[in-house]
Each structure stands twice: as structure tokens, then as C-alpha cells.
């Protein structure tokens, strides 16, 4: 199976492209830009060199020795997209994305961020190409994530908190949808995860496919073989599906952490695929939507502000019903604990993000035996964290 | 011809349309359907009511701080459902309920093409879906008689434009500018030349909003469209209310103020 979208930009049921009118002619424009350059050598050759040159690709695939032995079970690699430049995957996709709004000719960029890590990237490669940059923002995020405030403003962007429903993620995303139906000319929107109307989530994935990729080449001359899983959190889904689409068509099994929060009511978690996430329609694409039986959308609630999201893109969600990728979830706790012991055992700090990812692995790497090998995706280091964690601390008496 | 069709293309005759907007259960149901009968006795054609949705992407702050207004006071699709039916007890004008996609999909759709019959919906217009998406629930909400309106902007090109207008029914809503919705101060040039591209491929009424606040913008709306749609303008009446009674009183006078007098007073009924 190639696991590509229609033509409408459908996986299965899910994707498609609910807008404004006034959008779809600039969707199309994107589209056709980067159909133009999907399979185009110079453009990859661009691609590439920043990738080495610029972000520090090819990220390593670490064996974690301490961490493997201390739970006992599988063999645990640990996928470094920490070590990426700006601290996250989300790089990946800023430059690749960068690199057509300059090919479609585009001087203003918008985005949106919930942890901030996609509006850092967004800010980098805008400064890295001299583009105009505005960063929409819910305003409880840029107070969790206050680090990254600073650093986005450092960088030259404009940083423009969002006051509206739940103050997070999903609402920096209708602010900067405000923003692009308004400037449709002049303003390229630089969409940080695998979401939203079609090419989005095509061409978000493709960019950050490329963590996959290196993955598969990397166990292959460490161990001679594949992975027997693959774990990755899942908030709108960019660095795990980044990880798991080049092996799609492997016998790997494949596992996406959901942010489980502080409980199973709706509203206290972000897990799309528990009993409460229903399938709708949210920000442009269909898919798996916590919500009310009105069909307004839930606030949601993860320590983790970049899993804090109440839609899940698109082809997650065809590949929950196709039962290739299973999904769990992690909760707070389960998240804190984790940040902790990749801290102690190995002396990475993980971002709140990944430590969904690491406390999975935590929980099932003791069930697995030793000759059993897994790659958790790192897909962002936890400085900016810090502060979250110490106050996370304080409250919990650890 | 549909009803809709119908009442725009009488108002027409007389000069123009006049088609308002408010959001239902702002500030309250019962204040909403009084609301809407003095609209209907203010000289509206046609009367468009919005459906509260948490994540309105494509409205400005005055519609999104009412849509917030209707849902903390815990109003659901099927109270606003409940609306026309006690409106047609009054008053035979056109209603169209101008709604996101999810509310309608999580009621379901043949549900809600069945309640909304019953309750003596005309029309509804959905904000986030696009011709494509469009056929299947046009069809179905045909079948109960209820017109899908069709949205343009001035960034649709005329391929799209023709296959729009191949699908509408009622009217077509022609969004004067890109943008939310939202008061301006000036009408966009760019309407009128949208109309102008859309008359080639319909003969259905064309109605112009976004941005229309004024009684100039209404007039001047009238000289190359059929009916002025006017919503934000309207809303951020009630929102400076201070209760029910003077949240009615408001709208009344600033729709008079917002038609000539030969508009006024043509409700048949």
C-alpha cells in the first residue's frame, strides 16, 4: 500500500478540506506549488543541504543502554530529534515549507504554536531567509511556555497571544485562519503539524518523513534488521507519523501516545481515540474530534501543552480504523515520571511532549524480551519545560 | 422557485433586499425570537440566524464573542431549531440558519434536514463547506426542501465559480472581501465585480456580505446585487444592550436607520 491521499486529499473517510470559500483558491495554489516540487531534484537538493547543513541531520538513533537495562525488557533507541536545531522536530517541516513559500513567491508567514516549538522553528527559518513573521499563540500557553515567547521575539517575529476559548493551541490555529483568509495575497501559512485542510497533512507528513527514514537506515546498520515497535506521542500527529510512514509497509508494530491528562472525562484529557473522541469536523479536516453531543468542540487538558489539542490529523485516524497504528495514552503523572528517569538514567531531558512517548515505552518495555527492539521518537528536548516541571513538582510534593 | 428565490427577487423590484444576521440565544432564545419578529416587521426579505459554534474560524470578534454569549448560556442546535417554528407562527418569512459543519454532523444530517423542515427552516448556509463537499447534503436537504446557499469570494475563480452556481439554489452569497465577517467602513470594490463574474453563471438572486454596516453601503449594494446581508453591525447592537427589552429596542432603530423608507413596512403578512 502507498497510503497516499485522494485527490481531495481523503484517507479513507478522513481529511478533505472544510474552509472558507476564500480559502480554497489558495489551497489550490498550494497544492499545485507543491505538487511542482514534490519530486523535484533541485528542490530536494535545497532541502537536503539545510537538513545537514542548517538543522544537523542526520539526527542519531542512540541506543539507551541504562534506560533498556534498568526496565529489563526490549532494547530501547531513542530517535534524537532533540538534537535537531531549535530543540524539536518541527524544523523539519519549517524548512521544507519555508522553502516553497519562496518558491510561490510569498513575503509574509503566519503560524501557529501551542508549545511554541513550531512557532521557534517558524521564527528561525523566517530570520534564516529574511521573511516577515507573525506567530499566533494561545495566551495559557504562552504563559506555560514563556522560554519560547522570548525566544520567537529574539528571533524577530511578532508573537500575538490568542485570548480566546481555551486559550491554547486550537484557537492560535483559528486566529491564524483569521489571519490568512484576511491576507490571502501577501501571506503564506506555515501549518506546524499534520492537520487541517488539504495538502497539509500530505505535505507535513512527507516533510518530516524523513525522521522515518533515517531510522530505518540507522537500525538496519546497528542492528541488521528492523524494529520490532515504534513509539511516538500524537498531538495534531507531525513526528509520529514523520516516524511510522516509511515503515508502513513493514512488519513493525506501531504505537502513538496520546496525552491522557489528569482523567477520562471529557475535557481532562486530549486523547482522541478513548470512548469520547467522535469523528467531525475541526479546522479544515475530518477526523477524530473530542466533543460534545452538540458538536461543539472540548476543551482539552495535557500537561503537555503541544499534545493539548482536540482533533488528531487525518491519517491517524485512517490508520486507527485500519488497525495498522494502535494508540494509548500516557497521563500527566505518567509523563512526569517519565521526564525524570530519561533525565536520571540517561541524562537526556525529554520535552513534556516525548515523555508521553517515553512513558509508553516504560510501561511495555519490561513485558518485551531483550532480543526485542524499539524506537521511541524524541521529538524535542525539555528545556523549555523546565519551569512546567518544577512547578508540576511543587504541587505533587516530589 | 424556492420561497427564498421568491421574496428576493419581489424585494428586488422595489430596490433591494435586506437580509440580517443574528446569532440565536444571544443574549437569550426568547429574547432571539423577538429579535427576529421586529427584523421581520423592520422590512427584512429574508432572516439569517447562526447556529453558536465553539471554533468560528471564519467570523470576526463580534460574531465570535456572540456566538460565546449563546453557547455560555448553554443554547444547543436543537433550541435554535425550535426558533422558526414559533417565528412562523407570526410572520412567512424565509429563515436561513447560517451554521459551521460539526453541529450539523454530529446532529446528523438527515435528522437535521427533517427537523429542520419541521420547524420551517428555509435555507442553510454552511460556512466551512465548499462545492465538492457540497452536492451530496444539497441533495439531501432538497429532498425536505431546504435550500443549501452557496457561498462565493473574490478569490474563487470562474472554473469554480460555474460549478457553484450549476448546484445553488436560493441564493448566492457573495462575500464582499477575503476577510471574517465584520463591520468596515467601506464596501470593497471587489463585490461588485464578483457579482458582476457571478451573474454570468446564474440567474439566482446574488446577495453581497461581509463587512456591510451602513445604510450607504446597503443602498449602494442595491445598485449591482440583489440583497445586502447585514450581520456584525447588527450583533454588536446587542452586545451593547442592557437588557432584552432595550437589545430589541436597538435593533429596531438601527435597522430603520439602515433602509430608505420605501423598504420599510412590506412584510405581506
Known sequence: ??????????????????????????????????????????????????????????????????????LGGAKIYLKREDLNHTGAHKINNCIGQILLARRMGKKRIIAETGAGQHGVATATVCALFGLECVVYMGTEDMRRQELNVFRMRLLGAEVRGVDSGSCTLKDAINEALRDWVTNVDTTYYLLGSALGPHPYPLMVRDFQSVIGREARDQIIEKEGRLPDVLVACVGGGSNSIGLFHPFLNDNVRMIGVEAGGRGETLGEHAARFMAAGRVGVLQGTKSYLLQDNDGQIALTHSVSAGLDYASIGPEHAYLHDMNRVEYASANDEDALAAFSTLSETEGIIPALESSHAVAHAIKIAPEMSANDIMIVNLSGRGDKDVNTVQEEFVKRNI | MSRITERIIAAKRRGGAFIPFVSAGDPDMATSLSIVLKLAESGSDVIELGVPFSDPMADGPTIQRSSQRALDNGVTLKDVLDLPAEFRKQRDIPIVLFSYFNPILRFGIDEFATAAAASGVDGVLLTDVIEGEAAAISARFADDGIDLISLVAPTTTDERLAAICRNARGFIYAVSRAGVTGARETTSSAAEELVRRVRRFTDLPIA???????????????????????????????EKSVSPDDAVRRVEEFVNGLLPPVAKGVDEN
Open chain 2, 208 to 238: 453581497v456580505g461581509f463587512g456591510i454596516s451602513t445604510a450607504d453601503q446597503v443602498s449602494d449594494v442595491w445598485k449591482y446585487a440583489d440583497a445586502a446581508v447585514v450581520g456584525s453591525a447588527i450583533v454588536a447592537e446587542i
Open chain 1, 1 to 70: 500500500m502507498n497510503y497516499e491521499p485522494n485527490e481531495q486529499g481523503y484517507w479513507g473517510e478522513y481529511g478533505g478540506r472544510f474552509v472558507p470559500e476564500t480559502l480554497v483558491a489558495p489551497l489550490d495554489e498550494l497544492t499545485s506549488g507543491y505538487f511542482a516540487v514534490r519530486d523535484d531534484p533541485g528542490f530536494h537538493a535545497e532541502f537536503q543541504d539545510l537538513l545537514q547543513n542548517y538543522v544537523g541531520r542526520p539526527s542519531p538513533l542512540y541506543y539507551a543502554k541504562r534506560l533498556s537495562e534498568t
